[in-house]
T-cell receptor, first 111, second 113 residues
Framework: GESVGLHLPTLSVQEGDNSIINCAYS??????FIWYKQESGKGPQFIID?????DKRQGQRVTVLLNKTVKHLSLQIAATQPGDSAVYFC??????????FGTGTRLTIIP | ETGVTQTPRHLVMGMTNKKSLKCEQH?????MYWYKQSAKKPLELMFV???????ENNSVPSRFSPECPNSSHLFLHLHTLQPEDSALYLC????????????FGSGTRLTVV
């Protein structure tokens, strides 16, 4: 089966700096990945996704990079803001199987 | 608002009480999920419903009883819970065919006293 894990449980970044959150997965057949953001008192919110036929996908201030060779996924947040403080989860999926979630990384933005 | 609505947002119940959590989605999704989220732990999948049929029960104690009367509604009936059941209970929905992501509700914060 799939397992997904985040590298660091916590990360602190100065406001305005860029942040990178990393994730590793085990199933090389996984073909879809998602990053979720969970703010205090809320459920996980979709941020950005990427399919395995891509290496990079950009959104507004966020970029997801996929390295299939080393089975590594990262989320880059540019010019971090206080509202970026949250727990970030990666999740992987193979075909129609259930999403497998990693443990979260708590990102704290330092003013 | 994500399209998945959970009520109540907060619930405090005694160990002998019976209560129900409700989840509602109008996204046209045909799969619904209950997750348990405890502090410093990964999301724990509890139940999966596909086209209103339960397709997965991840060794959840019988004091948790799910119900899916139609594709838009999902309930989690609770009875004789334990303090360790205190957690955030999240409902999610998704399309049946993938790849796809799940849309989560805001959760019910449950405290068992």
């Amino acid at each position: 089966g799939e397992s997904v894990g985040l590298h660091l449980p916590t990360l602190s970044v100065q406001e305005g700096d860029n942040s990178i959150i990393n994730c590793a997965y085990s199933n090389s057949a996984s073909d879809y990945f998602i990053w979720y953001k969970q703010e205090s008192g809320k459920g996980p919110q979709f941020i950005i996704d990427i399919r395995s036929n891509m290496d990079k996908r950009q959104g507004q201030r966020v970029t997801v990079l996929l390295n299939k060779t080393v089975k590594h996924l990262s989320l880059q947040i540019a010019a971090t803001q206080p509202g970026d403080s949250a727990v970030y989860f990666c999740a992987g999926q193979f075909g129609n199987e259930k999403l497998t979630f990693g443990t979260g990384t708590r990102l704290t933005i330092i003013p | 608002e994500t399209g998945v609505t959970q009520t109540p947002r907060h619930l405090v119940m005694g160990m002998t009480n019976k209560k129900s959590l409700k989840c509602e989605q109008h996204l046209g999704h045909n799969a619904m999920y209950w997750y348990k989220q405890s502090a410093k732990k990964p999301l724990e999948l509890m139940f999966v419903y596909s086209l209103e049929e339960r397709v997965e029960n991840n060794s959840v104690p019988s004091r948790f009883s799910p119900e899916c009367p139609n594709s838009s509604h999902l309930f989690l009936h609770l009875h004789t819970l334990q303090p360790e059941d205190s957690a955030l209970y999240l409902c999610a929905s998704s399309p049946l065919t993938g790849p796809y992501g799940y849309t989560f509700g805001s959760g019910t914060r449950l405290t068992v006293v």
